[in-house]
Structures are given as C-alpha cells and as structure tokens.
C-alpha cells in the first residue's frame, strides 16, 4: 500500500492509526499541503485524487480517498482488531462520533476553510472547535468506557485523537471538556497512536519532531 499523506493532516492521522493497528505496513508519499501553493494542487496529485486532498490510499489495486472510507475498507478485508463493534447500538454510537468529528467540526476548520477566513483564522477555529466539543463532551458521558465507546478502541477514537490535537494547536481550553481528555490521554499511551503521531512522520519539519 502507498499513503499519500501530510504530517499534520488529521484525517491521513486517522488512517495512519488505522493501518498501525492493523499492522499493515505502507510506503508514504508525504503531500505538503502548503509548500508551492499546495501540492495537492499539481496536475499529478489530481490524477489520484481530484478533490486535491489527503489522505488517499493506492491498496489493493485500487485508489481510496476519504478517511472514514478507507478505514471502512481496512475494516472490512483485515477485519482484526475490529475498529467497528459487533453489537449495532454500540456500532452505531462509534459511527456517530467518528461522523460528528469527521463531518461536523474538521471540515470547519481545515486549512482550506482557514485560508479563507484571514485574519481571524484562530478565532474561527477555536469557535468551530469550541461548539463541537461542547456537544462531543456530552455524548461521550453516555457512551465512553476508556475510550469513545466502552472500553475497545474504535474509529470514534481514531477521530478523536487528531481533533484533540487540533484543537491545543489552536489554544482551546480544554478544562471544560473532562471526557474527551481522560481519553486523549489514554489513548495516546497506545503504540499505534504514538508511531502515527505528526510529531513521528517523514515529512515533519525537524523543529517539530518528537
């Protein structure tokens, strides 16, 4: 498998614990979203992707894009260890999560959103992020074991854990959301978090590696 990925992409993070879960092993071809006006942008990244954005995944002769897609694939043809729990409720719960980070405050905030707002990028964020952990840290009182649900590591978790990350790189306080911390932490004790962590990726500028 080939990973075309960014360091501090949160969505190619969550693919990037994926596959270390799963212990799959990949090459990465780092896209710097930034550099030369984006490289996401050139005519040989469109090719593979045409929405310009990462993650995307060469597996098994074909071509995914979409983070939640692409762990559903590994889910459904390396189904160990499960990242979905059998039991519907709970199935349901992590689809839920993984969807209210994924599609209700990531997109908010990315860099393409940023890049157009200017100047107040930082409030905008912190407002974005803000409102969705308000309403996360809520959910996650009902559902949460250790982790997002119950006590397995699930795609909710995977979703989780970049945000987290999002958000103490936009200062958010985050004393007002207890939950979402506790399991932040203990899910960045495991290995697979450590070693797909922006801090650890070939293409980390050396003043922010680990």
């Known amino acids: 498998p080939i990973l075309y990925s960014y360091f501090r992409s949160s969505c190619s993070w969550r693919v990037r614990i994926a596959l270390a879960l799963k212990g799959i092993s990949y090459d990465q071809v780092p896209v710097n979203l930034v550099k030369d006006g984006g490289q996401q942008f050139s005519a040989e990244f469109k090719a593979l992707n045409p929405m310009h954005q990462v993650p995307t995944l060469k597996i098994d002769g074909i071509t995914l894009s979409q983070s939640l897609a692409i762990i559903q694939y590994l889910e459904d043809t390396q189904p160990n260890p499960r990242l979905l729990p059998q039991d519907p409720k709970k199935r349901a719960q992590v689809r839920m999560i993984a969807d209210h980070i994924a599609s209700g405050i990531q997109p908010l905030q990315n860099l393409g959103v940023l890049k157009k707002i200017g100047e107040k990028k930082t409030e905008w964020a912190q407002n974005c992020i803000t ?10 009182q009902h559902t949460a074991g250790r982790y997002c649900v119950g006590d397995e590591v699930s795609m909710a978790d995977l979703c989780l854990v970049p945000q987290v990350f999002n958000a103490q790189r936009f200062e958010v306080d985050m004393k007002p959301y207890p939950t979402i911390t506790r399991i932040n932490k203990a899910l960045l004790e495991l290995e697979a978090f450590k070693v797909s962590h922006p801090s650890q990726q070939p293409d980390t500028p050396a003043e922010l590696r680990a």
């Open 131 to 140: 409102s969705g952990f308000q309403a996360l840290e809520q959910t996650l």
